[in-house]
């Protein structure tokens, strides 16, 4: 992820050494008075200066009387930025439109703003912003291009004071396009897979301007690769966003999107993009009405799971549409997205887990629906009815699954009682016992159960209970959280700071 990022800073963001290293001149600048600028170069100027000094037009500079000095009272309107470009690039700081100083501003540069210092935000000093869509051909039409963009940035409008506006014609602050391989940017291409997009950071120019690879099957459905999720991305790079470490965030590094949830910002996402633009007026009411989803926390004293499951050598701990993974050779817990393993096939929010090594499947519940996987492909005929493991009509979801792979069976927790599954001959033992009996010790409902180092793990709230099954006891109560090792990694760490 790192890598990525790095990548991304170097080809999106050429060096503004570059610029400083420009060699200065310190004579012959013209002494007396000269011709002022014509009215193209001062919008040129004026434009540059909006972009890279943070200058906003005020509404009573374009009053001008008739007998005021155009070019003058141009200048003076200008004065401070000017002034400070000038000094940046070692002009005399007159503070004038001189020919000089339009000479620097109109050489090749790159599209960094020069008023924040490196490593500083970089963002977009007006709140309006246009776009063009430029050079597609796709076998998606015209139309549903547009709808798919201006969808993705109502997601930032959304949160922020931000506007976007279409531009058929005319210049627009962000130009987006499709390109195949090489494109003269010093960023090709790729061919399918791999890089989809890239986009460059705010600025003039090529600042802000958003790349597609149309060498990629774009859809605006399940197939391919999703236009929308990967346009919220590019265009929140578009806007001066990083990426993020967060797997729920639609900053983050990878493609992540799963089409069985709706494409919305992260809690992570609004926050980052709100340190850079502020809140819009209506945010309040929006996020009351629909929250942005949070990340679940390792370090959350109040997490709880909703299932746990042994995976080959893995204890898996799933919560929301996210997992824990847990592998005995890494001490450090990742956390991702459900649907990074199992694409599209198991849905969020599941009941319970377990994996039937003799099988080889796993097996997921929600509600009254189970999906068996074997490896990470659905199996023919899936979610099918729980009530194919012999449960009565009256039971409509399971708490938990224990499976227990040496003697073939798995008990199924429901409320207050459990029962007893027998994995051969695919029926249930007798009828449901009380949890108490069989578990004493055991609170109910319990949210998630399984089998790992010769004990039985409950969990429950943010309690987990270790179960020894032979003296039938509990032995010890910790924290759920405890398994995943609560200790932060420098990008969360630096995530969370902001
Ligand atoms: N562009 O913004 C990217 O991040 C490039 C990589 C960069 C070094 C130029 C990119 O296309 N990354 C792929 C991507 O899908 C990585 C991949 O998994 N193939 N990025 C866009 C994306 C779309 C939707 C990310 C998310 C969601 N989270
Ligand atoms: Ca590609
Ligand atoms: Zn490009
Ligand atoms: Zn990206």
């Not at 060096?15 to 600048?29: D, E, H, I, K, N």
């Not at 890279?52 to 200048?75: C, H, I, L, M």
């Not at 400070?84 to 004038?96: A, D, K, S, V």
């Not at 309040?284 to 109040?302: H, I, V, W, Y």
Request: net charge neutral; with cysteine; hydrophobic share 35%.
């Amino acid at each position: 992820m790192k890598m990525l990022w790095l990548s991304l800073l170097t080809l999106m963001t050429p060096s503004r050494t570059l610029v400083t290293a420009l060699p200065l001149r310190s004579s012959g600048w013209p002494a007396g008075h000269q011709a002022g600028p014509s009215e193209a170069d001062q919008e040129f100027a004026e434009e540059y200066l909006q972009h890279f000094y943070g200058y906003k037009p005020r509404s009573d500079r374009q009053k001008r009387t008739a007998d005021t000095d155009v070019n003058a009272d141009w200048t003076t309107g200008h004065c401070d930025e000017i002034q400070r470009m000038q000094r940046f690039f070692g002009l005399p700081p007159t503070g004038e439109l001189t020919n000089e100083t339009l000479a620097v501003m109109k050489r090749p540069r790159c599209g960094l703003s020069d008023v924040e210092p490196f490593g500083e935000t970089i963002r977009w000093k007006k709140s309006s912003l246009s776009y063009r869509i430029a050079g597609y051909n796709l076998p998606i039409p015209t139309s549903k291009i547009h709808k798919i963009f201006r969808a993705a940035w109502k997601l930032w409008s959304n949160v922020t004071p931000m506007k976007f506006h279409k531009r058929s014609r005319k210049e627009a602050d962000i130009v987006i396009s499709f390109h195949i391989g090489d494109h003269e940017d010093g960023s090709p291409f790729d061919g399918t897979g791999g890089i989809l997009a890239h986009a460059f950071m705010p600025g003039f120019g090529i600042g802000g301007d958003v790349h597609f690879d149309a060498d990629e099957d774009w859809s605006f459905n399940s197939t391919g690769f999703n236009l929308l999720a990967v346009a919220v991305h590019e265009f929140g790079h578009a806007l001066g966003l990083s990426h993020s470490s967060d797997p729920g965030a639609v900053m983050y590094p990878a493609y992540n999107f799963a089409p069985k949830y709706e494409l919305q910002l992260s809690f992570r996402d609004v926050k980052d993009i709100q340190r850079l633009y502020g809140i819009s007026s209506n945010f309040a009411s929006l996020s009351s009405k629909k929250p942005p989803p949070r990340t679940p926390d390792k370090c959350d004293p109040d997490l709880s799971f909703d299932a746990v499951t042994e995976l080959q050598q893995e204890v898996l701990f799933f919560k929301d549409r996210f997992m824990w993974r847990k592998h005995p050779q890494f001490d450090e817990t990742r956390l991702t997205l459900i649907s990074s393993l199992w694409p599209d096939s198991v849905p969020p929010n599941l009941d319970a887990v377990y994996q039937n090594v003799e099988r080889n499947v796993n097996l997921f519940f929600k509600g009254h629906q189970y999906w068996v996987l074997r490896q990470l492909k659905l199996e023919e005929g899936f979610p099918r009815n729980i009530s194919d493991f012999g449960f009565p009509a009256r039971i409509k979801s399971v708490d938990a699954a224990l499976h227990f792979r040496y003697d073939r069976y798995t008990v199924f927790f429901t409320g207050n009682q459990c029962w007893r599954y027998n994995e051969l001959q695919m029926t249930i033992e007798g009828s449901a016992t009380p949890i108490e009996q069989q578990w004493p010790g055991i609170p109910t409902p319990i949210d998630a159960a399984v089998f790992y180092e010769g004990l039985v793990h409950f969990f429950k709230g943010n309690i987990r209970y270790k179960f020894d099954p032979s003296s039938k006891r509990v032995v010890s109560t910790t924290p759920t959280n405890d398994l995943l090792e609560c200790k932060k990694n420098d990008d969360e760490i630096l995530t969370e700071r902001r």
